[in-house]
T-cell receptor, first 115, second 117 residues
Framework: DSGVTQTPKHLITATGQRVTLRCSPR?????VYWYQQSLDQGLQFLIQ???????AKGNILERFSAQQFPDLHSELNLSSLELGDSALYFC??????????????FGSGTRLTVV | AQSVTQLGSHVSVSEGALVLLRCNYS??????LFWYVQYPNQGLQLLLK??????LVKGINGFEAEFKKSETSFHLTKPSAHMSDAAEYFC???????????????FGKGTHLIIQP
């Protein structure tokens, strides 16, 4: 157990729907990162939050959004889902805002299947 | 923009043989470099990282990697493969190392390591 908790582990939904993925960071970590892993695109950085504030954006679609709550858990919202959004979505956390050189801890991911 | 190229989507070695997984990167400034391992149905686990200092970096499970600036490479090696090393391996570069604004990692496509008994 890495200490980063992602729920649900699996999610199957239809095209056009909206889903919310949840991530609880490791105790004491203030930064949360979201990544998408797909067969086509590999692992891509989506977005980062630090202590409730958006810190950096990567290749995140406009249909996707995220937030980090006062208790530091984060949610990734995916809307108007398309078949191509089927992927494994990872959350990672770190104690620092400075970036991965300080150490990332990854969760085990949420596997999203859009049918 | 930074990029990472992992040569060989699949690498097969015999148990006890040398493991060599290749990674080349492009960066306009000295990067931070990482190797992660992913076992089936699990998240990514950090094997080792290079930030500054010694260019030969030792990680967990007997793996090591050497940063070669002249070759823009960060190849991963292990002297003797074990069956438990079978997994997906990802090389990654830090955007922050380039001085860019994003703190995310840019990953290679991954190399699937197969260990033959």
């Amino acid at each position: 157990d890495s200490g980063v908790t992602q729920t649900p582990k699996h999610l199957i939904t239809a095209t056009g729907q909206r889903v919310t993925l949840r991530c609880s960071p490791r105790s004491g970590d203030l930064s949360v990162y979201w990544y998408q892993q797909s067969l086509d695109q590999g692992l891509q950085f989506l977005i980062q939050y630090y202590n409730g504030e958006e810190r950096a954006k990567g290749n995140i679609l406009e249909r996707f959004s995220a937030q980090q709550f006062p208790d530091l858990h984060s949610e990734l919202n995916l809307s108007s889902l398309e078949l191509g959004d089927s992927a494994l979505y990872f959350c990672a956390s770190s104690a620092q805002v400075g970036g991965p050189e300080y150490g990332y801890t990854f969760g085990s991911g949420t596997r999203l299947t859009v049918v | 923009a930074q990029s990472v190229t992992q040569l060989g989507s699949h690498v097969s070695v015999s148990e006890g043989a040398l493991v060599l997984l290749r990674c080349n990167y492009s960066s306009s400034v000295p990067p931070y470099l990482f190797w992660y391992v992913q076992y089936p149905n699990q998240g990514l686990q950090l094997l080792l990282k290079y930030t500054t200092g010694a260019t030969l970096v030792k990680g967990i499970n007997g793996f090591e990697a050497e940063f070669k600036k002249s070759e823009t490479s960060f190849h991963l090696t292990k002297p003797s493969a074990h069956m438990s090393d079978a997994a997906e391996y990802f090389c990654a570069v830090s955007d922050r190392g380039s001085g860019g604004g994003a703190d995310g990692l840019t990953f290679g496509k991954g190399t699937h390591l197969i260990i033959q008994p």
